[in-house]
């Protein structure tokens, strides 16, 4: 079959049978299809990836291989999880089910975080939260001064962390840590020492996190969305902790849920402990990124 008409057909299959997701803006139809067209000629890469690439012909084996990731698809399995690749800031790295597929979204937090990093000379970074690493792990990627500790509570969550930052190459500088928050930090090595802190915390409510999107739920890790009653149990003890660990003028800088960032901002302006308490939105005006520098 004619490359135009196979692709044609599968689009339209597509439009009738998937419904596309608010959070992941990166995957339309047609970065989908060639995403998975990519996939099924056995070079998997990211949908934003297979958007600036030319579509290579396909034999009927991989025609038949990639009806089979579509079918996947339409039954709820999520992009990355079929192609094991995403991008962030511009970095392809692996995602599975063993951490949150990393959202456009918190490339604002990457970013404020990447511009504070090169504040230091040598930045000393956490991230705290880490899931698939690829917060610290861009970081690393773009200031090669930075030595960047990934941390997480799950164990396969830092599995996958490892393995995106063998797959960069950035093991010289990148350290994956298992740890409960900075439970495993919590001492002389890191005291005061620490230019910046990032986080992306599980944020929503407990309660949401059971009505959330089936396709999430269902493959997704619940430890990645749950804050607890009020979404905010990790933040608070970011906010609580990160002083002993920042260094003076060093910075700690989150990601937010929608709706939650003047509250949270008020909550660290309250704890006393840190000045320059600041926030970034996105392109709709929620704020999604707050930050401050210790006192
Ligand atoms: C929203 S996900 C963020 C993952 C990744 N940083 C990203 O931006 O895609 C939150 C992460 O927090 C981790 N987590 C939950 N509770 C934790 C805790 N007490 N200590 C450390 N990590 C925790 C989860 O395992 C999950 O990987």
Redesign the pocket.
Known sequence: MNTDTLYNERISLLKTRLKLLEDKPEETYDSTLRALWFAACGKPQSAESAMMQDLPELNEECVTILDELIHRRINNIPLAHITNRTR?MGIEMKADKR?????KE?EI?SKRALEISFKFPDANVI??????????AAIAFYNPGARVYV????SE?IELAQENIDLLDLNERVKVMH???F?KFMNDDFFQKVDLVT?????ISSFKVSKMNSEIAENE?D????GGMLGIK?IQ?LIRETPQLLSPGGWLVF?VGVGQGTMVMNLLIKSGLYSNVDSVSDNQGNIRVVLAMKK
Do not use: K, M, Q
């Open positions: 962030f951490a949150l597929i990393p959202r918190t937090l991230d705290v939260c880490c899931g698939a690493g690829n917060v610290g941390a997480d509570l799950s969550a740890s409960d928050l439970e986080c992306n915390p599980p944020y890790p430890l990645a969305f749950d990790i003890r990601e």
